[in-house]
């Protein structure tokens, strides 16, 4: 037979390879113990292994080479470490038991309510499968709401990277990660640089600019068209921010847990209302 992990964020893959770890041992201790009760050394003879993907979706490498591999005979068993490694999608979760049934591969999940391997499981299935849809949608729609909160109430954004005219606020010498505090200093150069641009007219003539008199981005680099445009844009400066932009207008039947906002960020604005307006013209 064989095991199957996943992790769904790439963050976790780098920052929790102790849980990708941690599933592989819980599948060997459940084969070991499952080969005691029933009799039958069943053996681990391959791993599928999803770093970095969303259970929501069934389009991953090896869960879709599992599958293939399922519907040729090549196991007679496949083991999880928990119901939600396979997936948070109901749909997905019954095409791949009845796959499972249909070709005689027994599914091995640890605490299971209810016996994978017997077609007159489904309507549990069904009742499980809502379940677990409901809780990733209730925390999706949670963390949403967090994000803006926080944002609209500290300024935080789920970002740390520098920004001219911001400076990242510490807490016993360590960075918060996503708060930052204006600065007065740079904020003037916001500003000049913004007046530079109407003066010209011109992306390459504004950074030449910048060049000649030692001007640069937050990080030390010189500036870029790209990052000229980026700072030229951001809206931080004038103590806003729009989140979902591509759903404005649209209806919540559309949108769904993802809507439109507009913030007023907690620092107000930042650089003139009406040079803003002319550089955004």
Known sequence: GCAYLRLSDPKQVIVELGSMVQQFHMAIDEVASRSKTD????NVARLYIDAGIS???AVRAEFQRLRSE??????RFVVFKEISRIARDGGIWKD???????HDCQIFVRGLPFNPNDPGA?????IYSSMSEYESRVTSRRIKLSVA????????????????????ISESGRSIPGLQSPNPVELKTVEWIMRAFLKFGSYQ?????????????KTGKP??????????????????WEMNVYNKGKPPRVTGDNPYRFIHLPHGPLVERVLWDQVQE
């Open 39 to 42: 009799q039958i050394n069943y």
């Open 55 to 57: 259970g929501r979706t």
């Open 70 to 75: 399922i519907a040729e005979g090549r196991h």
């Open 96 to 102: 791949f038991f009845k796959l499972c049934i249909a």
């Open 122 to 126: 489904v309507l549990q299935l069904d």
């Open 149 to 168: 909160s926080a944002m609209e109430n500290s300024g935080k954004f789920n970002s740390t990277k520098p920004i001219l005219g911001f400076d990242p």
């Open 205 to 217: 003539r504004t950074i030449k600019e910048c060049e000649d008199h030692g001007v640069r981005q």
């Open 223 to 240: 500036f870029t068209r790209c990052a000229l445009m980026t700072l030229l844009r951001n809206q931080r400066y004038i103590g806003t």
